[in-house]
């Protein structure tokens, strides 16, 4: 790296006023940056390195796996695994749009009904956190339980017919089924998507409201015309922090699924540590960071926020 | 009808809320019971038995001390280094700052198996034996980003004329940095820390990946789902969050007096 300055250096947050310093001091930000760039480039970067030269290896695991360009270990996870891909990202879908309906109401209560209950409603929407996820998701076996209450009142009301039929449960049972994943997948994101929801509606001025009242606007198009769009930031980041983790997640797959409603993570997952064939998982890693970059690059210019970081 | 139009939001909000907290009861409520078999997965009776002896399940509490450990190095770690890229990102012109952007933004970007199987490949590679150390340089790496973005915040809304001013007063620029940049950029750091050390102490699956036969608590938590739960994870999960929450009270509480002897 050169320690030259340069006049027009791109970003955002170019705030203060620099005057021409001294070359000891040009290099501090390069000293500041280096041991934790560094970090990520050994740590986050090179394994990605790795990985690409993995996915294009074949052999065994008895006699060592060389690099021979095999691209066709692609293609072949793709047609093998597609199922579980396509159904990854529809759980994840799924699961971030229920957490934007339920999770918008609460935060513009804690935003501006909440009044002297805010803290105490924050305080809420993170303790669960303090209990370990995987002990709470282990809970969701017990309230989805085939006798429990909840699946009892579903039952008794018949909606359990209505999503038999559209393939989300089957029969009486709750558990096991892809509600019972995507129910557990919209829990564990909530939080994720309540809070960056919270904080760019607690920066909306309170006049802006009044002024759309003023101008005879009902609350209805006040809140489709100023709260909302006003919003966005906070959507945006929101539905990214939930469908990013989401669409990777074994977890919930796992503790609350079946064989049928296996997501790539778990495939990715026993590829790597109980099958051991490397050149497929790491395939299949790639095919998922790429589709899952390139959907979060179409949305992030779509909704029109790049400056997110 | 009109009073339900009026707080619809309100019944939406709570609604959610407590569909986030019914999860946190039930492990509350299944710490008393005494499970017929293996799992604790249906009430059968009131015991205090898990209580009385919260250790008393093999390898648990060497779990729990193991992860509280790696939680605090992690974020040790993750705060030093992030503090000082944030303060560089804020504070000074460099080349390739694009690139560094999205160096620490895409770890947030990214599925956790995709980095998690990708660590795992360049160990395996290394001939690095996994444990504790691999796990820890795991969690430093997605711990940085996050830490990065919650001091930059902080950083960036800070005027600078204070430290001009310290400067004006004849502070020197160690001075300047541990009596006024420090403390008011520390809201920052201490939500990085917090982040961290939650993220760190609650990950499972880079952990997973990369821990070899070191177990964390997730990781007990997790084997046990196939193994048999014991309530005493019930007992930990309960009394985490009960010992959080008196703290985040008090926390309330101590800053409510400070406010009110600062006003009197």
């Not at chain 2, 933004?105 to 290394?126: I, Q």
């Not at chain 2, 750091?189 to 917090?194: D, E, K, P, Q």
């Not at chain 2, 994870?233 to 309960?238: A, D, K, L, R, S």
Request: proline share 5%; with cysteine.
């Amino acid at each position: 790296m050169s320690t030259t300055l340069t006049k027009e250096a791109p970003g955002p947050v170019e705030e203060p006023i620099l005057r021409k310093p001294p070359t000891r001091k040009r290099l501090v930000p390069y000293w500041l940056l280096l041991p934790g760039i560094l970090w990520l480039l050994v740590f986050f970067a090179l394994p990605l390195v790795y990985q690409a030269s993995t996915s294009v290896q074949t052999g065994s695991l008895e006699e060592g796996f060389q690099v021979t360009w095999h691209f066709q270990t692609y293609v072949d996870a793709f047609t093998e695994y597609w199922p579980q891909l396509l159904r990854s990202l529809l759980y994840a879908g799924t699961a971030t749009l229920l957490c934007l309906l339920l999770g918008y109401p609460l935060a513009y209560l804690i935003a501006f009904k909440a009044g002297r209950w805010r803290n105490l409603l924050l305080v809420l929407v993170i303790a669960p956190f303090f209990t370990s996820f995987l002990i709470r998701t282990l809970a969701w076996k017990t309230i989805l339980a085939d006798d429990s209450l909840v699946v009892d009142v579903l039952n008794a009301l018949h909606l359990l017919d209505v999503t038999s039929w559209l393939g989300w449960t089957e029969g009486e049972r709750v558990l096991a089924t892809p509600m019972a994943v995507v129910c557990g997948l919209t829990y564990n994101f909530l939080p994720f998507m309540i809070l960056p929801l919270y904080t760019s509606l607690e920066r909306i001025d309170g006049r802006l409201h009044e002024a759309a009242q003023d101008l005879y606007a009902s609350p209805a198009t006040t809140f489709r015309k100023v709260t909302f769009p006003l919003s966005m930031p906070g959507v945006v980041s929101g539905t990214l922090l939930t469908f990013i983790p989401a669409s990777g997640d074994y977890v919930n797959a796992e503790l609350l699924g079946s064989t049928d409603t296996k997501m790539i993570g778990n495939v990715i997952q026993s590829q790597f540590l109980r099958v051991l064939d490397y050149p497929t998982a790491a395939a299949l890693s790639f095919i998922l960071m790429a589709i899952v970059l390139l959907m979060v690059t179409v949305y992030i210019r779509k909704a029109g926020t790049e400056d997110l970081v | 009808m009109t009073w339900l139009r009026k707080n619809v939001v309100v019944i939406a909000g709570l609604l959610t809320l407590a569909y986030m907290i019914l999860p946190n009861i039930v492990v509350m409520v299944f710490s008393f019971n005494k499970p017929n078999g293996r799992f604790n997965y249906s009430w059968q009776q009131f015991s205090l038995d898990a209580w009385k002896d919260p250790c008393g399940v093999a390898d648990m509490c060497e779990s729990l001390t193991l992860s509280l450990q790696l939680a605090a190095w992690a974020t040790v770690g993750a705060v030093v280094l992030g503090t000082m890229i944030a303060f560089a990102l804020v504070r000074y012109r460099f080349r390739a700052r694009g690139a560094i952007n999205s160096l620490i933004f895409l770890p947030m970007a990214m599925p956790e198996v995709v980095m998690a199987a990708s660590l795992l490949t360049l160990f395996l590679n290394m001939g690095i034996e996994l444990g504790f150390w691999t796990v820890l340089i795991a969690h430093i790496m997605f711990c940085l980003s996050f830490v990065v973005t919650a001091v930059k915040a902080r950083v960036m809304s800070m005027d600078p004329r204070l430290e001009e001013a310290a400067r004006d007063l004849y502070a020197g620029p160690a001075q300047t940095f541990l009596r006024v940049t420090l403390p008011i950029a520390a809201p920052g750091i201490a939500a990085g820390a917090l982040l961290a050390f939650a993220l760190s102490f609650d990950d499972f699956i880079i952990t997973n990946f990369n821990a070899g036969s070191t177990v964390t608590f997730p990781m007990f938590v997790w084997g046990s789902a196939q193994r048999g739960t014991p309530v005493q994870i019930n007992v930990i999960g309960t009394a985490m969050f009960v010992l959080a929450v008196l703290i985040v009270v008090a926390g309330q509480i101590i800053t409510n007096r400070r406010k009110k002897t600062a006003t009197a």
